[in-house]
C-alpha cells in the first residue's frame, strides 16, 4: 500500500534580511481540519513558533484536491513568511494529473524537507456487508454502481489507490465521491453513512476504527 509523505515547502526567499523573523508565520495548509496534514501542521505549530520565536499561524485552504492552497502559498510574497504543508498528493501527484495549474508545487515552491511518513489503509462504514477485501470486490461485482467510495478530490492519492484496487481486481463500476478533504470532511461523510468505503491515512481512521 502507497503511504502518505507530507512535505514542508517553503517559498522562495529573496532576502530573509537580519532579525528574521519578526512577524508571525503563516502556514498553509491544503486540507480541511481534522485531516491528516491538519493534525501533523498542529504537532509541529507549537514546537515551530518556540524555535522560531514567533507565532506560527495555520490557515487550512482545502478544495480542489490540494491545489487551491498550493496556489495560495505560491501566490504569497516570497520572504519566508509563508509556509506550506503538503502531501505527495498536492505536490507530486497532481502536477501529472491536472493538465492545468494556476500553480505548479514544482515549480513555484521550493522544497525543504519530508516531515512524516503515514501508511494508509482502506475502512468501510459498518454497515458496509462485507467484511474483507475479497468480500467487497466480490459485492462489487455484483452490485455494478451501487457502491461508493469517498476521496478528498479526483486527484488525490486515496482516489488513486482506489482506481489501482479497481484495475487490480478487473474493472469495479464504483461512484466516487470527492469532498474538501480526506481523513476530515471525507471521513465524517462515511462514519455518517453517506458513502460506503474509502482510502485514508492510519492515524486519521484510527480513532474510529478502535
Known amino acids: 500500500m502507497k503511504r502518505l509523505i507530507g512535505a514542508l515547502l517553503l517559498a522562495p526567499l529573496l532576502a530573509l534580511g ?3 523573523p519578526n512577524k508571525p508565520v503563516k502556514m498553509i495548509i491544503p486540507f480541511a481540519p481534522g485531516g491528516a496534514s491538519d493534525f501533523v501542521g498542529r504537532i509541529l505549530q507549537p514546537n515551530l513558533s518556540d524555535l ?7 490557515e487550512n485552504r482545502p478544495g480542489a484536491s490540494g491545489n487551491i492552497g498550493v496556489e495560495a502559498a505560491a501566490r504569497s ?6 509556509i506550506f504543508l503538503g502531501n505527495v498528493g498536492s ?3 497532481n502536477p501529472g494529473v491536472f493538465p492545468k495549474l494556476a500553480a ?12 512524516v511518513d503515514v501508511p494508509g489503509v482502506l475502512v468501510a462504514h459498518p454497515g458496509f456487508p462485507p467484511n474483507s477485501v475479497k468480500e467487497f470486490v466480490a459485492y462489487a461485482k455484483a452490485n455494478p454502481g451501487k457502491v461508493n467510495y469517498a476521496s478528498p478530490g479526483s486527484g488525490s492519492q486515496n482516489r488513486l489507490e482506489m482506481e489501482k ?3 487490480a481486481a478487473g474493472g469495479l463500476d464504483m461512484v466516487h465521491v470527492p469532498y474538501k478533504g480526506g481523513a476530515g470532511p471525507a471521513v465524517s461523510a462515511l462514519v455518517a453513512g453517506e458513502t460506503h468505503l474509502m482510502f485514508v491515512t492510519a492515524s486519521s481512521a484510527m480513532p474510529m476504527i478502535k
Open 18 to 20: 537580519q532579525g528574521y
Open 52 to 58: 522560531l520565536g514567533q507565532q506560527v499561524v495555520i
Open 77 to 82: 510574497a516570497p520572504d519566508g513568511y509563508t
Open 104 to 115: 505548479d508545487p514544482l515549480k513555484d515552491l521550493v522544497a525543504v524537507t519530508q516531515v
Open 165 to 167: 484496487l479497481r484495475e
Open 91 to 93: 505536490v507530486a501527484i
